[in-house]
């Protein structure tokens, strides 16, 4: 049984507290050293990870390059959180909260930076008028399931996978917490895929493509190795729109963005082409 934890009056930091994340956990903001973000020459620079947050926005900008959207063109550079990249002056200048991903739109007479993942999505949807609805009612219901993702993934990231994949030590509590609220969520997604082919309806919309890195990958097996632990198999319309949104092309691409493990021949480092993508399998 684990030793109950004793509160101390005022907390303090005593030092790294173990975990794959232990060595870039810290109570302060701010940068922790200098360094200029790299410019490629596209109107888009995005500095990421090829994590869920992070493949939301190259699925986004590839799905728009699939509509024939020339403009979407973008740059897309590497931050590597474990060694501490997302703590360059460079990068918390586009980004406060140092978090990937962040985005710097330069094809205004003064750049624009944009950073967490759901701002990023709604704002290329309205600057390029694709995937949200102008219909009141659809609009609303496209944010709806937008921002229950941006509130619930926390919980399956944060919460779930940190304890069942990260944590130096399994604590139960901890796990069984956090799994009940992410078998919940698939509940909540598994229900409402029920009756409609897409998150917010029959239209693939920024819900989709940013609910589906999270929940979609979890329940194809490719996100903690927990598909068993969670019998994902279950939750039978959120499997089967997992795979719709999978068919399709610009999110096989997207996923591959940034990547850093796995098979060495699907990771796509950088993207600054789409022939960057003829050097990897798809």
């Known amino acids: 049984m684990t030793a109950t934890y004793e509160l101390p009056k005022v907390w303090r930091d005593e030092g790294k507290n173990g975990g ?24 888009f620079q995005v500095y990421s990870l090829g994590t869920p947050n992070g493949v939301k926005v190259s699925i986004m ?11 979407a063109e973008y740059d897309a550079f590497i931050i590597k959180i474990t060694e501490g990249d997302q703590f360059s002056s460079g990068f918390v200048g586009v980004n406060p909260n140092s978090k990937i991903p962040a985005m710097v739109d330069r094809s205004h007479d003064q750049p624009i930076r944009i950073f967490e993942s759901g701002s990023i999505l709604l704002y290329l949807a309205e600057k390029f ?23 619930s993934a926390p919980y399956l990231g944060g919460g779930f996978g940190h304890f069942y994949s990260y944590a130096p030590e399994k604590i139960k509590y901890c796990i069984d917490r956090f799994t009940m609220e992410t078998k919940r969520q698939l509940d909540v997604l598994d229900k409402n895929l029920a009756s409609r082919t897409f998150c917010a309806g029959e239209e693939y919309t920024i819900a989709d493509i ?22 994902v198999t279950s939750y039978r ?33 950088e993207r600054h082409s789409s022939d960057d993508f003829k050097a990897i399998r798809i």
């Open 210 to 231: 940013a609910v589906w890195p999270w929940y979609g990958e979890l329940v194809r097996g490719n996100l903690y190795n927990a598909a068993e632990f969670l019998d």
């Open 237 to 269: 319309n959120v499997s089967r729109w997992a795979d719709l949104v999978y068919s399709r092309d610009p999110v096989k691409r997207g996923r591959l963005v940034n990547k850093t493990w796995g098979d060495e021949d699907q990771q796509l480092k």
């Open 129 to 151: 008028d694709s995937f949200l609805p102008k219909n009141l009612v659809k609009r609303t219901e496209v944010m709806n399931w937008l921002f229950w993702q941006v509130g």
């Open 20 to 43: 794959e994340f232990a060595n870039i956990n810290r109570p302060v903001s701010g940068p922790t050293h200098k360094r200029d973000l790299p410019v490629g020459e596209h109107p």
């Open 61 to 71: 900008f590839e799905e728009l390059l699939e509509l024939g959207i020339t403009e």
